[in-house]
T-cell receptor, first 112, second 113 residues
Framework: DAGVTQSPTHLIKTRGQQVTLRCSPK?????VSWYQQALGQGPQFIFQ???????QRGNFPDRFSGHQFPNYSSELNVNALLLGDSALYLC???????????FGNGTRLTVT | AQSVTQPDIHITVSEGASLELRCNYS??????LFWYVQSPGQGLQLLLK??????LVQGIKGFEAEFKRSQSSFNLRKPSVHWSDAAEYFC???????????FGTGTRLTIIP
């Protein structure tokens, strides 16, 4: 049973560029959430997708956007990258009936 | 607004010794509480969760946590640590549906022989 998978594992981008991160949820899960974890910090909630719609959003600017596909996989897009966007981006999946979150290993984004 | 405080940034214990990691939360309603563990370069693994009922919850890897409403605490314990327990530990609070978790800043656990 595959868990949550994220790609790529590492990414280096330049300020001002755009990036897309991808996530496949654990089998049987239909809800995907994205978190940003800066170095030395706890994860911070970005947004959550269910039924291909954004259901909740944390305190992140509109430069952060996402999408969920019919197969429940998801993408996180960040436009106009800033140095401060450098972080580990974690995807987590769950079932709408409130199973606990299962996290992937994350994508390490470095903005130079 | 909900918040989580983990007052200990770094804890060092000897292998075989007991462990307690502290977590205090602020939440307006009945909290859903979690402990996650993160090894270097890895994602988060759920150790245990508390939704309701018995205030002492058992988790994986021999960990347990006790919910104390009067103290707004959810401390994590283990009677005897192993070298493989060295990692970062995060306490989190959420609501029903738990997609939007609020995490603490974490406690880094070092194990010495």
């Amino acid at each position: 049973d595959a868990g949550v998978t994220q790609s790529p594992t590492h990414l280096i981008k330049t300020r001002g560029q755009q990036v897309t991160l991808r996530c496949s949820p654990k089998s049987g899960h239909d809800t995907v959430s994205w978190y940003q974890q800066a170095l030395g910090q706890g994860p911070q909630f970005i947004f959550q997708y269910y039924e291909e719609e954004e259901r909740q959003r944390g305190n992140f600017p509109d430069r952060f956007s996402g999408h969920q596909f019919p197969n429940y996989s998801s993408e996180l897009n960040v436009n106009a990258l800033l140095l401060g966007d450098s972080a580990l981006y974690l995807c987590a999946s769950s079932h709408r009936d409130s199973s606990p979150l299962h996290f992937g290993n994350g994508t390490r984004l470095t903005v130079t | 607004a909900q918040s989580v405080t983990q007052p200990d940034i770094h804890i060092t214990v000897s292998e075989g010794a007991s462990l307690e990691l502290r977590c205090n939360y602020s939440y307006g309603a009945t909290p859903y509480l979690f402990w996650y563990v993160q090894s270097p370069g890895q994602g988060l693994q759920l150790l245990l969760k508390y939704f309701s009922g018995d205030t002492l919850v058992q988790g994986i890897k021999g960990f347990e946590a006790e919910f104390k409403r009067s103290q707004s605490s959810f401390n994590l314990r283990k009677p005897s640590v192993h070298w493989s327990d060295a990692a970062e530990y995060f306490c989190a609070v959420g609501n029903f549906g738990n997609e939007k978790l609020t995490f603490g800043t974490g406690t880094r656990l070092t194990i010495i022989p």
